[in-house]
């Protein structure tokens, strides 16, 4: 009987294993894959934004040394080049207009590739003087072609992208016209972003980057053929180009990047006129924490159903040893004492083993009510997001329109536009990542006020959403209290979220949030104009596993009242009398102290 007990024993055992490793196996493919997709179009439209802001950028300096180029301050500054007076017209002239397109200089060669005039003629690293005959650049125009050419600037050093178009008079080319653009413009708009941005050449070398110590790095070693074509071109001066160690095919468009052993996504658009390769790097850190977050909560899920299985099948047990003692109870009635007495202590034990393995695992349950917290919001915060990059699209479809018409002052604004959306999506970005992290569980000395007002940005798509109005009354002195600041953000969250769910049927959606003092003691206080709280249930509305929804686990208001306990407070529940139910946090004041208080 006892062997084939454990067999069977075994047996369950071996089935729970299967059916947890297919769950896994299933679960975190189906996550990969969509994570995966959703990444990629997310970065897509990263990708072409990048794109398009790089060639408005280059397009809006490209004809610039056209116009000039029929100026007659320049063809008399070629035609009269030992006039130092025509000279210092030209200079303060070329000083003028590089200063009104923003460029970074605007110089003139003559016929040699010698620089006659330079908007930076006061300046200790001018350009006069200076042959730059070598430049391919000044040899296209001097076919009479447009010129356009990247490369480090041999004075400067700095990274710039060279327009130039030949200065022809009596259909003679008698000079060359040159704007130079500062590429580091480019970039100042794309630093600090989660993705990483940058452009390379044909060689696969790095000359654009948000990234700043992979500039003049090469995806890929370079041969000695190229590394010395690159020294005499002279386009990267003397830099030593050495390789970002990449591992993977960086050739196709979408594709998974190791780049210094870390893990990206990569998206290529080779669309470029100029030969470029613009691609983004998108870090795939996300997808593998909503991998691990799941594979947690999964594992977390098995081992409650396999405690609760084991209960029961000893529950089981148990009972059948109490039966077999019954009939035995005549004959041993001390040794049947001794067993039942046994058998208790066991079951005592078990339950305390239940009771520590259900503790263990609250603070993680905290987390995984966050999370769904968060995936409840996910409509009403795509919403948020969605709208803003739509109208992005539109004011960077508009500037390009404007940008075509010469209207700088159009495309300034709608440039701005762009920049405040982005600015707002960051912002919601930044609430939720800071809603989603884990709470350390100490004390601090806090200030409620910030509390409050990060649940409501948080819950503000929602409440659009749902339109529901909330209304605050916070005093504008600091309250200060001793609490966990990320475990009460989350308990201010779910009573505000309760609000909204419960005025689903309500016409006049409204929701009041309310921070007083009374007796030394704050009070927050979230009202509801919903249908309030059933009379029976009110009793019961703390215990564990008690839930009046039908998808509800019943442990949100019973793990924040154990949280608001442990903060020396009280969280309670009570109708309103007009209409609707009213919850109140209390929490003892903070004493002040002459000691460091560390607040939000």
Not at 130 to 139: G, M, T, V
Not at 249 to 277: A, P
Request: with cysteine; hydrophobic share 40%; charged share 20%.
């Amino acid at each position: 009987m006892p062997l084939k007990t454990f067999s069977q024993g075994r047996r369950i055992t071996l089935i729970w294993l299967f059916l947890y490793c297919l769950t896994l196996v299933a679960s975190v493919h189906w996550l990969w894959q969509f994570s995966y997709q959703q990444l990629q179009t997310q970065n897509q439209q990263q990708l072409d934004r990048f794109s398009r802001h790089l060639e408005s950028q280059l397009g809006h300096y490209a004809y610039i040394p056209q116009l000039l180029s029929h100026q007659e301050i320049v063809i008399k500054a070629l035609q009269l080049a030992d006039n130092s007076a025509q000279l210092e017209l030209t200079n303060r002239h070329l000083a003028s207009v590089n200063n009104i397109i923003g460029s970074s200089d605007t110089y003139l060669l003559d016929a040699t590739g010698t620089t006659i005039a330079a908007s930076n003629w006061l300046t200790a690293t001018t350009f006069i003087g200076n042959n730059f005959a070598f430049r391919p650049y000044f040899q296209d125009a001097k076919q009479g072609l447009r010129g356009r050419y990247f490369a480090l600037g041999s004075t400067s050093g700095k990274r710039g992208y060279y327009f130039s178009y030949p200065v022809i008079y009596a259909a003679e080319v008698i000079g060359v016209i040159v704007v130079k653009m500062d590429m580091s413009s480019i970039e100042k708009d794309w630093l600090g972003k989660e993705q990483l941005f940058l452009v390379t050449d044909s060689n696969d070398v790095v000359f654009i980057s948000s990234e700043k110590k992979w500039l003049f790095n090469s995806l890929s070693p370079l041969s000695d053929n190229i590394k010395e074509e690159l020294l005499k071109s002279r386009r990267y001066l003397d830099s030593a180009i050495n390789s970002l160690s990449t591992k993977g095919d960086f050739s196709e468009n979408s594709t998974l990047l190791s780049v210094q052993n870390k893990h990206y996504l990569s998206l290529i658009n080779d669309t470029s006129r100029e030969g470029w390769n613009i691609r983004v790097l998108a870090p795939i850190t996300p997808i593998l924490f909503n991998i691990s977050m799941l594979i947690m909560f999964i594992s977390l899920l098995y081992m409650l159903l396999y405690l609760i299985t084991t209960l029961i099948k000893q529950k089981q047990t148990r009972q059948e040893e109490q039966v077999l003692a019954e009939v035995k109870a005549k004959q041993q009635l001390e040794f049947t004492v001794m067993q039942r007495t046994s058998a208790l202590q066991a079951e005592i034990e078990e339950r305390h083993k239940a009771e520590r393995a259900l503790r263990s695992t609250q603070k993680e349950l905290i987390q995984s009510a966050k999370l769904a917290l968060l995936g409840q919001l996910s409509t009403s915060i795509s919403h948020e997001l969605n709208n803003p990059l739509a109208a992005i699209r539109s004011y960077a479809e508009n500037a390009v329109t404007f940008l075509q018409r010469d209207n700088l002052e159009m495309v300034e604004s709608n440039l701005s536009r762009i920049i405040f959306l982005t600015e707002r999506m960051a912002k919601i970005s930044a609430q939720l990542k800071s809603f989603a992290r884990k709470s350390d569980g100490q004390l601090h000395i806090i200030s409620l006020q910030p509390v409050i007002l990060a649940a409501h940005e948080l819950l503000k798509p929602q409440f659009k959403a749902s339109q529901t109005t909330l209304t605050m009354q916070l005093p504008e002195q600091p309250i200060e209290v001793k609490a966990e600041p990320i475990q009460l953000e989350q308990i201010i969250v779910n009573l505000l979220s309760n609000a909204m769910q419960a005025m689903q049927k309500s016409e006049h959606k409204q929701v009041e949030i309310t921070l007083t003092i009374e007796a030394n003691i704050a009070i927050i206080k979230v009202l509801d104009r919903g249908t309030g709280i059933n009379k029976t249930d009110l009793p019961h509305l703390f215990e564990p596993f008690f839930t009046t929804k039908e998808t509800g686990l019943g442990l949100g208001l019973s793990i924040s009242q154990q949280i608001i306990t442990n903060m020396q407070g009280k969280l309670s529940a009570r109708n309103r009398h007009s209409q609707g139910a009213v919850f109140s946090i209390s929490l003892p004041i903070a004493k002040q102290k002459n000691t460091n208080k560390e607040t939000l």
